[in-house]
């Protein structure tokens, strides 16, 4: 039997794009009930983007796009007009049937929607409350919008810690929607203490979570660096193609190396006294081992030196040469993969991260799942919801007749 800790759980969802949404598709997989709420003409406003970051989002599908799926896996959908009276009396009614409200509104939307923490708690006093924010609910920039590659990249911290000395341009994100989904995970977990704390002590929380908190946590190593400095950290010098460097001055075994077939490997072996020798006899260089410049702690002098010796020999092997050596290898490394090689990863598949899903179409397709597991099982899934999939569900489950329903879709409350 499938151990899904959230089941019985609800969860009202006033969100759009990813951040917070992301939060719901993992709850979603851990088995809460995910009710998305859509306006009832728009639907959630990423349904219209076509291109990310360079990106093109369409595809030869009309019902599974990947922008939407992500975040939006296994929950339901219902359109609501929030605007009108009948269909705020509709999310009244499933305030109260829910255990957590969630949103990313900014604070006028909520203001004029009336879905404010005080909004809420008058129709459910015992509800969770949680909000999304880009820069956090409290301070000078508690009213202005952000994005991941805003508050969590920019702001944060990682994208000058990721570009080179010297660089034309900044480094951009590695993909769409990367800070967003840390985000929603960090969120998930928040509600899941606050179901917690609730359970023990009968009061409900009010959850906040900010990209630029996010960004700043996923930041602290060098943060924390740079206080201690009193200032911003040296930046390492822009990569020299006719010079390259190999290594790190202190460790010759860090870094990434090129093999002869043109594939990069990452190579992270923290303790180069304890795997430079395995690691020398594996490629069949044993005189290393008793180099004077490698010997003890002197390999934490000759970094560089060493690195320069590791990519030479990097550079003579195929992958699979080098795979082969280092079967079985005590020493860390790690294929610099790309993103279909993370699909197709076997170790992902094999502990069971990658979902098969059913498209709206009939047509199977695979999603990447939450990274946490309970008692040794892997997430069951599904497609994230069309637009306004279930609103007659939803609305027959809170006691609304054929009739109502029928009329509530005339005065535009529901679609």
């Known amino acids: ?16 794009f990813t951040f917070v949404p992301a939060s719901g598709g993992v ?24 291109r990310l970051l360079g990106l093109d989002l369409a595809n030869d599908s009309k019902t599974f796009f990947p922008i939407m799926e992500g975040p939006n896996r296994a929950k339901r959908s219902i359109g609501l007009a929030l605007e009108v009276a009948e269909g705020r009396e509709i999310l009244d009614e499933l305030i109260r049937s829910a255990d957590v409200f969630v949103t990313n509104f900014m604070p006028s939307a909520r203001e004029k929607l009336r879905i404010n923490v005080e909004d809420v708690r008058a129709v459910n006093p015992d509800i969770i409350y949680v909000r999304g924010s880009g820069f956090g609910a409290q301070g000078d920039a508690a009213e202005k919008g952000g994005y991941d590659g805003t508050a969590f990249w920019a702001q944060g911290g ?10 034309t341009a900044v480094q951009g994100m590695p993909t769409g929607a990367y800070g967003d989904s840390m985000g929603g995970m960090t969120i998930a ?11 023990a002590t009968g009061e409900p929380s009010i959850v906040d979570v900010s990209l630029l908190g996010v960004g700043a946590w996923a930041t602290q190593f060098s943060v924390h660096l740079a206080l201690m400095a009193g200032g911003p950290l040296p930046k390492p010098p822009a990569p020299d193609p006719n010079n390259p460097t190999y290594g790190q001055p202190g460790n010759p075994l860090m870094g990434n190396f090129k093999t002869a077939d043109g594939r990069w490997v990452n190579l992270c072996m923290l303790q180069p006294t304890r795997y430079w020798g395995e690691f020398c006899e594996r490629m069949g260089r044993p005189e290393l081992i008793a180099d004077p410049r490698f010997v003890g702690l002197e390999i934490m002098k000759n970094g560089l030196e060493g690195g320069a010796i590791v990519a030479g020999i990097l550079r003579e092997l ?32 094999q502990n069971g991260f990658v979902a098969q899903v059913t498209d709206a179409d009939g047509i199977p397709r695979e999603l990447i799942t939450n990274p946490v597991q309970f008692d040794e099982t892997p997430a069951v899934t599904d497609r994230a919801p069309q637009f306004a999939e279930h609103t007659d569900e939803i609305l027959r489950e809170l006691g609304i007749d054929d009739e109502r329903l029928l009329d509530l879709k005339i005065l535009g409350a529901c679609t």
């Open 1 to 16: 039997m499938v151990k899904r800790p959230m089941e019985g759980v609800r969860i009202l969802e006033v969100a759009q």
């Open 27 to 50: 709850l979603a997989e851990w088995g809460a009930d995910v009710i998305k709420v859509e306006h009832a003409v728009t639907g959630d406003a990423q349904r219209g983007l076509v």
């Open 158 to 167: 990682s994208a000058d810690a990721s570009t080179a000395d010297g660089a």
């Open 189 to 199: 977990g928040g509600i899941a203490a606050a179901l917690f704390a609730r359970n």
């Open 318 to 349: 195929t992958l699979a040469e080098w795979i082969e050596k280092m079967d079985g290898a005590e020493g860390q490394w790690s294929l610099v993969q790309n993103t279909y090689e993370v699909g197709m990863d076997p170790l992902l598949r």
